[in-house]
């Protein structure tokens, strides 16, 4: 890896199977980026451990990502593929950096109340600096780009600031970090019952995943909301249904989109058949991904190699960082 290429960086938490919004979020962005800048690309176990602190299903979940994330078309030998808790200089940034959060700030992030609704059983101080812990895996790279959806918008603006912070008062050492993605604007990929976004945790049925079978895609996409469709021609579409052409847009053709707009214009859109259409270009876009995910899972010797290699590489990066830091903060004596 040469120092001349911007530095991009991004992580997936192993707390369940890949989705659309994963995918489209996330994934595609890595893809196009290997070529053209130097990345890191994480499996955050260690995030993962805030809200699933049963390690049973870690390993098996690990091995799932990594194996998703090259059947999606990520190189190993183009980026530095890893694990999170195989780079151990970043537990020491996220001490020097948890100096600098502050508790106010922290206790504002919309994750973290999200985190704290769905379990106050388990409301733990590594939920509440999270934003600090990402931060410590973005910068420990000094990257400039970070691949995400916008569900991760806000806390970018903290890893701003965050470095921002120690730059401020230890000197230059780490740029600070925007949220990238081709489009300009960053993708969220609706569910399908209408309401929030895809997620791994929330209404599995309405959300497609990399590993769902033919039949499932079908049935998923086949209870998408809808309604007796618009008695206006031209009128604005209900959420529900933008979701839906969203959708489409994602995997379908031009063609097939224009039909179905001209269709809705002209109020004679029947939605049983678009659904149809939607399901059966879901199930070419998915399916020859789930059998690749297969074929790469059963071979976990590479996929060890694979992990190793990523963690000596992004560990190169980080020791650098490091010695940086420890100098910058007056720590070398
Ligand atoms: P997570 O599954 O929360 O670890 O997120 C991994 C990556 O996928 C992050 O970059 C998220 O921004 C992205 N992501 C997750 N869900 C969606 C969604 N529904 N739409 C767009 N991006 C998403």
């Keep these: 890896m040469t120092g001349k290429k911007k ?131 973005i910068i420990l790279h000094r990257a400039s780009y970070v691949p995400v959806g916008k569900d991760q918008e806000q806390h970018l603006e903290m890893a701003r600031n965050f470095a921002h912070r120690f730059n401020f008062r230890y000197g230059e050492i780490f740029p600070e970090p925007q949220a990238f993605n081709y489009n300009q604007v960053l993708v969220k990929v609706p569910s399908l019952d209408g309401t929030g976004k895809m997620s791994k945790s929330e209404n599995q049925l309405a959300t497609l995943f990399l590993a769902d079978e033919d039949d499932l895609i079908r049935k998923k996409v086949m209870k998408a909301k809808t309604d007796s469709g618009p008695t206006e021609n031209n009128s604005v579409k ?53 059998n690749k995910v297969n074929h790469i899972l059963s071979d976990e010797a590479y996929l060890k190699e694979v992990m190793q290699k990523g963690a000596e590489k992004a560990r190169k990066s980080a020791q650098a960082t490091m010695q940086l830091v420890r100098e910058a903060m007056g720590l070398n004596y």
């Design 7 to 137: 530095i991009v960086m991004s992580g997936i938490r192993p707390t369940g199977f890949l989705h659309l919004g994963n995918y489209f979020g996330a994934i595609q962005n890595y893809v196009k980026m290997q070529d053209e800048f130097e990345c890191y690309f994480m499996v955050a176990d260690l995030h993962s451990l805030t809200t699933h602190p049963d390690t049973s299903e870690l390993k098996n979940n690990v091995y799932r990502v990594l194996a998703e994330n090259i059947a999606c078309g990520l190189d190993p030998e183009k980026v530095a593929l890893y694990c999170q808790s195989h780079v151990y200089e970043t537990a020491e940034l996220y001490l020097y950096l948890n100096m600098l959060a502050y508790i106010g700030e922290l206790e504002k992030t919309v994750t973290f109340k999200d985190k704290v609704r769905q379990h106050p059983e388990n409301i733990n101080a590594g939920l509440l600096t999270y934003p600090v812990l990402q931060t410590a895996d």
């Design 238 to 290: 209900p959420d529900y249904i933008e979701n839906i052409f969203g959708l489409m847009r994602l995997v379908s053709s031009e063609e097939v989109i224009t039909k179905f707009e001209h269709d809705y214009n002209h109020c004679n859109i029947r939605y049983g058949d678009m659904k149809k259409q939607l399901a059966e270009d879901m199930v070419s876009f998915i399916s020859p991904k789930r």
